[in-house]
């Protein structure tokens, strides 16, 4: 399985920016799918995440400014993000929980830059 996202850049305070992920390779059904986040010298931290029943869940912190949806395709996840901050400025990572025979496992994209200036 691969996560390939894209979508990251350079954005100013108040701006928007649409990140696109893709899971290739996938056997069995994307049970959930969604977005975290690393600045330096902080943890991974959740973002957003939507399951295969469209159910969201945002962190507190981006909660009426990113939008977390799938792609008609139910293998392709985007987060908007809207009215941008300096502190959304992280590396945004795709994940995704796979569920086959009895079993789930949980795969990470590469990750993509995202910086908000001020």
């Known amino acids: 399985v691969q996560l390939q996202a894209s979508g990251g850049g350079l954005v100013q305070a108040g701006g928007s920016l649409r990140l696109s992920c893709a899971a290739s390779?996938?056997?069995?059904?994307?049970?959930?799918m969604g977005w975290y986040r690393q600045a330096p010298g902080k943890q991974r931290e959740l973002v957003a995440v939507i399951t295969s029943s469209d159910m969201t869940v945002y962190s507190n912190s981006v909660k009426g400014r990113f939008t977390i949806s799938r792609g008609n395709a139910k293998n392709t996840v985007y987060l908007q993000m809207n009215s941008a901050k300096p502190e959304d400025t992280a590396v945004y990572y795709c994940?995704?929980?796979?569920?086959?025979?009895?079993?789930?496992?949980?795969?990470w994209g590469q990750g993509t830059q995202v910086t908000v200036s001020s």
């Open positions: 994940n995704a929980e796979i569920r086959y025979s009895g079993s789930s496992t949980t795969y």
């Open positions: 390779g996938v056997i069995g059904s994307i049970y959930i």
